[in-house]
């Protein structure tokens, strides 16, 4: 799947060399399947490009929604498909390289769909990069909840849209995504539930670990 920055983290992220350009662990934010489905029907072509690999479950997840997907764990800015059959970019960017990202896909100029947050539509560099009219952004039908690679745990972050290029099923500046279905509820609530279980996981073997260490401290 794509990756996320959690751009409101206090800690220090840990640099990372995963592209020619650095990004960080802050990046590595899993997309949940259910945001894929919401932009299904507007997606213009049959193939997909996923350039940004995280955990490699994204390009599972749109080739079993019917896409031919190209998906591998390789630097973005040094490849691309080699298929004269047009594509469509399809991710969720790492944010801390996402001017760096935006540079690129404007002089590819093939069609994108970006998973991105609203704090990263009122950026200089995106006004800079793109002309009046060439990006138009769709709102999900619900906040998406994404996952924190290392944990599995659901992540709090901004609220996201979908900042879409040269697709010709969005039409206007702003476009509201249909209302949810009841697939697409019972995607969202089976991963929610996956990613809570795993937190109080998470939880209950800190706690063990607690107790094994005050254990300790009272034998010595």
Partial sequence: ????????????????????IGTTTEDNYVTPQVAWE???HII?????YEPFYCD?????????????????NED????????????????????SIMKEVLT?????????IL?????????????KIFNNGEIKICMPPRRIKFIKASTGELSNIPD????????????????FLPDETAEQKAIRVRDEKKATKKKLKNLLNAVAVARLVLIIIKNI
């Fill in 1 to 20: 799947m794509a990756l996320y920055q959690n751009s409101t983290a206090k800690k220090v992220a840990k640099k990372e060399t995963k592209f020619s």
């Fill in 38 to 40: 919401y932009i299904r």
């Fill in 44 to 48: 213009p072509t049959q193939r997909i």
């Fill in 56 to 72: 490699g479950k994204s390009g599972d997840l749109l080739t079993d929604m019917g896409f031919i997907v190209y998906h591998k």
């Fill in 76 to 95: 973005f800015f040094k490849n691309a498909p080699k298929t004269k059959h047009p594509y469509t970019i399809v991710t969720n960017p790492p944010y």
């Fill in 104 to 112: 690129e896909l404007k002089k590819r100029d093939v069609p994108f």
């Fill in 115 to 127: 998973l991105v947050t609203l704090q990263k539509i009122s950026t200089q560099y995106i006004r």
């Fill in 160 to 175: 996201c849209c979908y900042m879409c290029y040269k697709i010709p099923a969005v039409i206007h500046g702003m476009t």
